[in-house]
Every structure is written in C-alpha cells, then in structure tokens.
C-alpha cells in the first residue's frame, strides 16, 4: 500500500509543477509594457550592428511608422533575431517614442 501512496503522490507533485510552469509560462507571453520591452529588446539586439546614429541622421529612409516597422522586420530578419511579431512591434513603439514621433 505504501507503494501506491508514494506514487500518487508524487503524481500529484509532477501534476502541481506542471500547472504552476504552465501559467508562468502564459504570463512570459503578456507584454504589459511594450514600450520598455522594446527598449530592452533594442538594447539586447540592435547595438550589435548599429548605433542610435542610425535613428537621427539626416537621409534616414524612415519617413512613417509603416517605414519604420517594415525597417524594424527587415532587420530582425536580416540578422536572424528570435523575435515575435509582439517584439517587433514593441521595438517599434520604442523607437518611435524616443526619435521619430510619427
């Protein structure tokens, strides 16, 4: 009987872990901020190939947010970046609040 005790619970503990690691892992997914996750996105990725002087030369390419989000994609994909849709967007956000203003 001991054995089927000590079974149970431990599924019982494996079941626990699992749904605590799941709604963790749903609130990762929420970018209650995206201003900040931008910037933060920007610095972890953007600075390795270029500096804020990209943003505020003058004969920047980027005349409208859609510019600045098509810019935003073609170097994420260039460079091979893990961003979601969400990230990219939010770098968008960030970008546009700090230089553009569109």
């Not at 390795?48 to 409208?64: L, M, P, Q």
């Amino acid at each position: 009987m001991k054995t089927l005790t000590k079974k149970i619970f431990n599924f019982l503990v494996l079941l626990s872990t699992m749904s605590i690691c799941s709604i963790s892992f749903a609130s990762e997914g929420e970018i209650t901020d995206p201003i900040a996750h931008g910037e933060e996105a920007h610095k972890n990725h953007c600075y390795k190939c270029h500096t804020d002087d990209i943003y505020t030369r003058e004969n920047s390419f980027v005349k409208s947010i859609d510019a600045l989000s098509k810019q935003v994609v073609r170097c994420k994909e260039g460079s091979d970046i893990p961003w979601f849709d969400e990230d990219a967007d939010a770098v968008v956000q960030f970008l546009n609040k700090k230089y553009y203003r569109f």
